[in-house]
């Protein structure tokens, strides 16, 4: 990183140690900013991607079931997919479950398992584009290996910021899957940021633009600077919104 980058750095270091100075949190406040933010992190992670549920209908769906009236059961079963993944992913991440290529094919399977059970977990056999975007993604047939190499990088990769934020990128420039590649980038990204003591991180769709013009520049350019400020800036945010919640609760 950058100056500037190395400055937000070390910002979120101090942010980090004022979290993990109000340890052991108020399990019955924790349990509700949880319960909270999950419903954000599923509402902005769909929606990135066009589900059309609001964040209202996206709590309703996901608490009660309710069908939302003129809206596609696709996005319904999005959201009761996505949430019940990042459930999922909140036990692996507290475990000591060894991170692999499994692990990443199985967040895949349970965010589209009933949106598109034919596909979940299944690595494409065509070619993968993003509508109006210049990157190109690997041959179908380098996907296994591809996968593989990740997977074996996870089992021993820190569980840091800067290893979340790169699994996230290798992810979507591997771009595995026929859909579902970013949702499932997302929820291994904050899979490691959990399993390293910090709160998951949501991209928000005001965020969308910039989000994908990072990704394909880190992709088509090599430059990650942009992607990376714009992820740290998010968990920097993100601790700051912890830290005000929790520090009123205590």
Known sequence: MTTEGDALRASIVTRKAALDALRPLR??????????WDVEL????NAIEGNTLTLRETAEVIAHGITVGGKPLR????????H????????????????NET???????????????EIAGVYSRVPRRIAGSATIFPNP??????????GDWLATAPATPTTAFDA??????IHPFSDGNGRTARLLMNLLLIRGGYPPVAVRPADRIAYLDALERASTHDDREPYEMLMSGHLYATLGEYLKILQEAA
């Open 84 to 99: 019940a993944a990042l459930a999922w992913v909140r036990d692996v991440a507290t475990g000591s479950t060894m991170l």
């Open 103 to 117: 692990i990443v094919t199985e967040i895949h399977r349970r965010i589209i398992l009933r949106s598109a059970p």
């Open 168 to 173: 996230h990128f290798r992810l979507t420039a």
């Open 42 to 45: 599923t509402f902005a992670s």
């Open 141 to 150: 047939l380098k996907i296994p290996a591809l996968m593989g190499a990740l």
């Open 75 to 82: 996005d319904h079963l999005e959201a009761q997919d996505h």
């Open 27 to 36: 399990q019955a406040a924790l349990d509700q900013l949880r319960a909270a």
